[in-house]
């Protein structure tokens, strides 16, 4: 799984987005050492949604 600080995804945004379009392979966000978000493919995180209701269903 790839990593990108905050700082480097400032300057490079519009290239992990397509990176990130291409390969569908998640990048965890870093700031300050420490991991704070996790950035999916939006057809990923759809995905995740609709699992996430299925499962509260039950």
Request: aromatic share 6%.
């Amino acid at each position: 799984m790839k990593t990108i600080s905050i700082s480097n995804l400032r300057t490079k945004i519009s290239e992990v987005l397509d990176e990130l379009e291409k390969t569908q392979e998640p990048v965890i966000i870093i700031r300050n050492s420490r991991p704070v978000a996790f950035l999916v493919e939006y057809g990923q995180y759809e995905e995740f949604c609709n699992l996430r209701k299925l499962k509260n269903k039950k």
